[in-house]
């Protein structure tokens, strides 16, 4: 067995209990952790035909990887009919769709469904917010695809300079995980660091390796694994550490996920991939 697969077998599963719509402890728990599992916000009715269609996206993001060219870079992104199929260079594997909802309208539905807007509402409290992420990230049993350690905040900061939601209530930005299929230590698993949201030093590319770096960050945060089924959601600060494990299991894994910048903090200039992506929403009733 591999170190980081027993390491992970051993770890606890992310406190779970909480339900929609949220209550006052509820978000008191999220500002203490910097993340939350939210059980059952979607119905097998809801989830199914999302789950389909992002299918059917996977067959055809394979069908023109061939289209694809070769570059130095980590990555390769091909853009196709509003939405960004992103490639690990090297094995062609598909980790993640981007602004799944430029292709497939349906994704933007459930991205801004009415419980995640209330969920969102609730997290950063002001009642408009742009919708800048609208992902698929698949992985497919042995197909090798990980994260590694980072924080969202990141990636916000790298796409948009003149980030600003840093004072803002609980960082200004949201990010909403929704299960598609279960998830659990063996086909995927992330891997947080409640009370990590508390430091933004950023993770991402330092020389260190992995298993250090989770040295360092256990020695104040005791990491937890996610558990989830479909239709639960996972909230998370912008700030939180975490990192997703590749895939060991006989069983595929797919995740939907949607962030939600407060007003303010994101700067509307800034364009990131996909058609309308970014465009203000109203997340109060």
Known sequence: MKPWLLFIALLPGLAVGAKYPLTDEDLKTYSRTGCLLVEGVFSEDEISPIKELALQMLQYGYQIREESHNTERAEIRLDRNGSQFVYDTNTLVIKRIVWA?????????????????????????????????????????????????????????????????????????????????AMDEWNGAIEVYPGSHNDSTPLKNRPETQDIIAGELQQQYPPEFVRMQPGDVLLCHPNLAHRSLPNQSNNSRLLFINGFAAQGAHQPEVKYPGDDSGYLLKISE
């Open 101 to 181: 909802c430029g292709m497939h309208p349906e994704f933007r539905t459930l991205g801004a469904d009415k419980k995640l807007k209330n969920m969102v509402f609730r997290v950063l409290q002001t009642h408009h917010a742009h919708h800048l992420i609208n992902q698929l990230h698949p992985k497919m049993p042995n197909d090798g695809v990980e994260f590694k350690f980072h924080r969202d905040i990141e990636n916000r900061r790298n796409f948009d300079k003149g980030w600003a939601g840093e004072n803002m209530h609980n960082g200004g930005f949201v990010q909403t995980l929704t299960a598609l299929e």
